[in-house]
């Protein structure tokens, strides 16, 4: 039977069922809930962080998998995760503990600011764009046959009332409007990684001297941020990415990142469409346009092909970005990519997190996602360490 209860930010909730394991910490409050039963509330008030870091470490899934039974569908963990063993640190166990708490809940501030920066993009585009509309007023109209013959497909939404209606919105917005060629980009194919030719190449999980960043549109959250990157070395000289030059996967994701910097060594493969200007805040603006039409499905529309659809490069003409004024661009580019120091040199257990905030409020979500990479890395060595019985060196370096 279920329970109502109230939830506050700071729980930790772990599913029993399926996705076995799964933790999660609440970042606000949700009174009067009912729980499903694949969900378990963990009754503790002390030490979250440090928990939610251990049960997303690998040997608490390495315990999990011995102790429930394997079903040939769902598996149930029931509350048998609860004897798993928590890992705690033998010396100087209340500051490891502390540094670990720490760590941990810095990434967590990060990776919930990135969605709410993601979230605030997509409100501003949306603002802009239907506050300043003309006069004009919205008539769907069946294609004419003129039509269909110009485009040549039957099998396509752009002859949709959504499509069309998202169509006239930006051709009607006051400033004017634009297709991606009149914005001044190119666009190319990824590099072919192919044996065939590039000759053979060495794959790595871990990064190497003078091997390549691969970065694939299989890996793009939906945020604008890389969830994994793989090292590709290869004695030829592969098409790497320029700063400002946006990578679009066109095959069933529609995600999309912007190279941010000149000295990453970055490559994509052949599913990655990628869009260049050296404009770094017009390419801004322009990813994320283009997630703004994902959301509202319209990428949808113009895809063709199974398996999620394919939205290849002949069909880009058919969709129009509106001509924002620059300051508006530059403030949707601001919370994407916002240069800031992040010295944490000094950091101490007491400290660290108000100098981490300070650095939060002005970065954006590129300098969010990379410095929480940047600590999960010491995360994973302290937990190393703690499990292997060693000393954690407390620094946020």
Not at 118 to 133: G, S
Not at 250 to 259: D, G, K, Q, W
């Amino acid at each position: 039977s279920f329970v109502k209860m109230n939830l506050k930010a700071g729980d930790l909730i772990i599913s029993k069922d399926s996705n076995i394991g799964e933790i999660v910490i609440l970042d606000k409050d949700y009174p009067n809930v009912m729980l499903s039963g694949a969900l378990y509330k963990l009754p503790v008030s002390q030490y979250k962080y440090y928990l939610l870091a251990m049960m997303k470490h690998a040997i608490f899934r390495e315990q999990l998998d011995f102790i429930v039974p394997k079903g040939a569908t769902i598996r149930h963990a029931k509350t048998l995760f609860l004897d798993c063993e928590i890992p705690m640190p033998n010396e100087n166990s209340e500051n490891v503990i502390q540094f670990v708490e720490n760590l941990t809940q810095a990434i967590v501030n990060k990776q919930r600011l990135i969605k709410e920066r993601h979230r605030a993009i997509l409100a501003l585009i949306e603002k802009e764009l239907l506050d300043n509309q003309k006069d004009n007023v919205f008539s769907f109209k069946l294609p004419t046959i003129k039509e269909i013959e110009a485009i040549g497909r039957l099998d396509i939404g752009i002859y949709s009332h959504q499509f069309k209606e998202m169509t006239f919105k930006i051709q009607n917005y006051q400033h004017g409007f634009s297709d991606i060629y009149s914005l001044g980009f190119s666009l190319s194919r990824g590099q072919n990684l192919q044996e065939s030719n590039i000759g053979k190449s060495i794959y790595s999980d871990k990064p190497n001297n003078n091997f390549y960043k691969l970065v694939l549109p299989t890996y793009f959250s939906k945020y604008g941020t890389f969830n994994k990157i793989e090292y590709l070395g290869n004695s030829k000289s592969l098409k790497t990415l320029n700063k400002g030059e946006i990578i679009f996967g066109a095959e069933a994701t529609f995600r999309s990142v912007v190279i941010c910097e000149d000295k990453d060594n970055y490559i994509t493969n052949i599913h990655g469409v990628t869009l260049y200007n050296k404009d770094l805040t017009l390419s801004i603006f322009v990813k994320y346009f283009l997630d703004y039409l994902v959301s509202n499905t319209i990428i949808d529309c113009i895809k063709v092909g199974g398996n999620g659809g394919s939205f290849a490069q002949k069909y880009w003409h058919n969709i129009y970005f509106p001509d924002f004024p620059i300051e508006k661009q530059q403030q949707i580019a601001k919370l994407y990519h916002n240069p800031t120091t992040y010295d944490v040199k000094s950091a101490t257990l007491d400290n660290f997190l108000v100098l981490d905030d300070e650095f939060n409020s002005q970065a954006g979500i590129y300098e969010l996602d990379k410095t929480a990479k940047q600590l999960q890395i010491i995360l994973n060595q302290a937990i190393e360490n703690i499990i292997n019985d060693k000393v954690v060196n407390i620094a946020f370096e």
